[in-house]
């Protein structure tokens, strides 16, 4: 059965703790049947109104000055919710909107099943972009409203009917699997995010949500990148949970959505046309002879973007190791074994000069305990 409640927040800041407002459709078998639109105060401390958010959501910390608190309104929230599927377009950030919230005021995430909107329409949907505005569009629906909770809510339901009638499917987990999405989960102390799960070649690659925090102005930002050949410096799915963390979007083959392709494990001098490199590569020259907007990228460059540093620097970047090469002289060498280490979780290297004074001392140290003969 397709029964969920579509929620929406509305954030007073862009601190994403900071919800203002939030809109809840309740829909049962497909057809909305009760929706609630609440304004609250945002947890103290996080509480302030930037103008840019009011500009666009028109709530003012005047409109909330006697309303609930966030804490206080949360229990009715997901009193309401129950035990159904929560429903969100870009259900990360309003995911996130809960956890923020929840941290600030330091009491604990509630129990929750939810699915993303954004995810399932970029997995069944070909569309210039994935906001819901394009996405309710597509399915010959309208709202004039962007950016009101309630009306964001129930643009959420359009999106889902439109989907459910183009697969004639009536029931929501049967929808998720069908473009090959699963349904998140948070509790207390865990969280599983909705994510399109993409299986073939003997592996098993994750859609990540796009980073709602991420850059705008990044040189990566909303592109779209195939890769192909082995990564030496990550895996492959490292690599789209990185893409993703900069807001831009990491797909199997090289389509005419394709604009950055990164060729790895292969020597930058043969990228060129005509080149007898992989069908990824060659797909992505002839979509450039057609007159495609496809940016090749080596491994470095792709480190490079992930830094913030122009292609055009001289700047030293991360050099890659193979496994089982040995490890040595100085400089930010990445050994084969951290491969299958998320970027922010592996250790900082020492620079050149700082290892090269720690190795001195080390051998100072050793001639002086050394006893004499």
Request: with cysteine; hydrophobic share 40%; proline share 5%.
């Amino acid at each position: 059965m397709l029964d969920y409640v579509a929620l929406d927040f509305e954030t007073a800041n862009s601190y994403r703790g900071s919800p203002c407002a939030v809109g809840l459709v309740c829909v049962r078998n497909g057809v909305p049947v009760a929706e609630r639109r609440w304004l609250m105060r945002p947890p103290e401390g996080a509480d302030h109104f930037d103008a840019f958010n009011t500009i666009v959501h028109g709530i003012s910390a005047d409109m909330v000055a006697n309303e609930p608190r966030w804490k206080d309104l949360l229990p009715t929230i997901t009193d309401f919710i129950g035990d159904d599927v929560m429903v969100a377009h870009n259900a990360g950030f309003d995911i996130g909107v809960i956890r923020y919230a929840c941290a600030v005021d330091n009491i604990e995430w509630p129990e929750l099943r939810f699915l993303c909107t954004m995810v399932l329409a970029r997995r069944a949907l070909s569309l210039p972009s994935y906001g819901l505005p394009f996405v309710v569009d597509a399915f010959g629906s309208t709202f004039a409203d962007h950016h009101d909770a309630l009306a964001d809510a129930g643009g959420v339901t359009d999106v889902i009917r439109g989907l459910a009638c183009a697969n004639q499917i009536d029931d929501l987990d049967a929808l998720a699997r069908s473009v090959g999405v699963c349904i998140g989960q948070m509790r207390a102390g865990t969280y599983r995010g909705s994510l399109a799960t993409l299986s073939g070649g003997g592996s098993r690659l994750i859609q990540c949500e796009l980073n709602s925090d991420a850059d705008s102005e990044g040189y990566l930002y909303g592109r779209v990148v195939v890769f192909t050949g082995t990564l030496l410096s990550m895996t492959r799915q490292i690599a789209w949970d990185e893409w993703s963390r900069v807001g831009a979007i990491a797909e199997r083959s090289t389509t005419k959505r394709t604009n950055v392709l990164v060729v790895s494990d292969v020597n930058p001098a043969v990228l060129r046309p005509g080149s007898n490199l992989t069908e990824k590569a060659r797909r992505a020259f002839e979509l450039q002879d057609l007159g495609q907007d496809i940016e090749v990228m080596t491994e470095d460059d792709f480190l490079r973007c992930l830094e913030g540093k122009p292609l055009v620097s001289a700047d030293a970047v991360v050099q890659p190791v193979a496994e089982g090469q040995q490890e040595g002289g100085t400089g930010n060498v990445i050994p084969g074994r951290l491969r299958k280490v998320a970027l922010a979780e592996r250790p900082v290297p020492e620079p050149p000069e700082a290892a090269y004074a720690s190795s001195t001392a080390t051998a100072r140290a050793r001639r002086h305990d050394r006893p004499a003969l």
